[in-house]
């Protein structure tokens, strides 16, 4: 059989093909029927070619500096890691100046020095994004160069980020809290170390199951999680008092029920406020992380404070 009558004998099987899909169609229109069912597939198949191409490749640069970007808009804190084998956190900064090939971090708080050497790769953790891929805490850059402002603020200048991926940063495990009845908080947005507030009998800010001002208010508050490192809260928006943000010291009073001694225990704690996000409608989650916990003594009542 040559080229033409294969392709006579191809156009009368799908002119048959045609017939029995559509019985009732004219011969005058079985060509324009037949260039459409063949046309449809091969459409399909250029507009997903189109797709995939115009797609941005994982290493491309706008997926390179996206996330950057976002953390940079959102103002979020960025962890920066003291060194590649050392997973303790050296610094606390904020991503002022995003471009293709470099980033510009604002540190906001020292912890500790800065192993990594210029030149080499430091990691950066953040909190956990959804992306393309999976979710993200963390990422990759080569260290270019630590830089003095004029504010005399201390930055340091990355490449783009090489590489991102979900690193585990929970040392310590959480607990939810099932019932409300057996643990009450008082919290106020100040540091032990430079306020002069007596915390022992100061009525506080925001309160879980405990008196409070606006009382009948902060009913409604709950804890969410709580753990050796530090505790979750649900808050009504309206309560968070407006100084209230993220990196802000507070002092919290746990009072939680000992089933042994059939008593509640107190337990102070300093920290400060890592994360502050949207609950549900009307609320606010609040994560709190320890830094210092502190026993009353029995003389005068007043708390010593201990580092943690």
């Known amino acids: 059989m040559d080229l033409q009558e294969l392709i006579s004998s191809?156009?009368?099987?799908?002119?048959?093909?045609i017939t029995q899909l559509f019985p009732g169609l004219s011969p005058e229109h079985l060509a324009p029927a037949g260039a459409a069912l063949l046309g449809a597939p091969a459409l399909a198949l250029l507009l997903l070619g189109l797709r995939l191409l115009l797609r941005?490749?994982?290493?491309?640069?706008?997926?390179?500096?996206?996330?950057?970007?976002?953390?940079?808009?959102k103002g979020v804190v960025v962890d920066i890691l003291a060194g590649p084998d050392d997973?303790?956190?050296?610094?606390?900064?904020?991503?002022?100046?995003?471009?293709?090939?470099?980033?510009?971090?604002?540190?906001?708080?020292?912890?500790?020095?800065?192993?990594?050497?210029?030149?080499?790769?430091?990691?950066?953790?953040?909190?956990?994004?959804?992306?393309?891929?999976g979710r993200v805490n963390s990422f990759t850059a080569t260290l270019l160069k630590p830089d003095h402002g004029d504010?005399?603020?201390?930055?340091?200048?990355?490449?783009g980020p090489t590489d991102y991926a979900l690193i585990p940063r929970r040392k310590h495990q959480r607990k939810r809290v099932a019932d409300q009845q057996f643990i009450r908080v008082k919290l106020w947005t100040a540091s032990p170390g430079d306020s002069e507030l007596a915390f022992e009998d100061a009525a506080p800010q925001i309160g879980v199951n405990t008196?409070?001002?606006?009382?009948?208010d902060h009913n409604a508050n709950a804890v969410i999680n709580i753990s050796d490192g530090g505790l979750g809260l649900s808050v009504l928006s309206r309560l968070v008092p407006?100084?209230?943000?993220?990196s802000t010291?507070?002092?919290?009073?746990?009072f939680m029920f000992n089933f042994l001694e059939k008593t509640f225990r107190p337990y102070w704690y300093?920290?400060?406020?890592?994360?502050?996000?949207?609950?549900?409608?009307?609320?606010?989650?609040?994560?709190?992380?320890?830094?210092?916990?502190?026993?009353?003594?029995?003389n005068t009542g007043r708390l010593h404070w201990i580092n943690l």
Do not use: W, Y
């Not at 706008?62 to 953390?71: E, K, Q």
């Not at 510009?104 to 990691?123: M, Q």
């Not at 407006?242 to 993220?246: A, G, I, K, L």
């Open 10 to 17: 191809a156009g009368e099987q799908l002119d048959q093909l």
């Open 56 to 73: 941005p490749a994982r290493n491309s640069e706008s997926t390179r500096t996206g996330i950057p970007r976002v953390l940079q808009h």
């Open 87 to 133: 997973e303790s956190v050296a610094a606390r900064c904020v991503i002022t100046s995003v471009k293709s090939n470099r980033i510009r971090c604002e540190i906001i708080e020292r912890l500790d020095a800065i192993k990594t050497r210029l030149g080499n790769d430091l990691v950066c953790v953040f909190a956990p994004m959804k992306t393309r891929s």
């Open 151 to 159: 504010r005399k603020t201390d930055r340091l200048i990355l490449a």
């Open 211 to 216: 008196f409070a001002p606006n009382g009948h």
């Open 242 to 246: 407006e100084s209230c943000t993220v």
């Open 249 to 254: 010291p507070v002092v919290v009073n746990l």
């Open 270 to 298: 300093a920290g400060e406020i890592r994360s502050l996000e949207n609950g549900i409608p009307g609320f606010t989650r609040m994560g709190i992380e320890f830094t210092a916990t502190a026993e009353a003594d029995r």
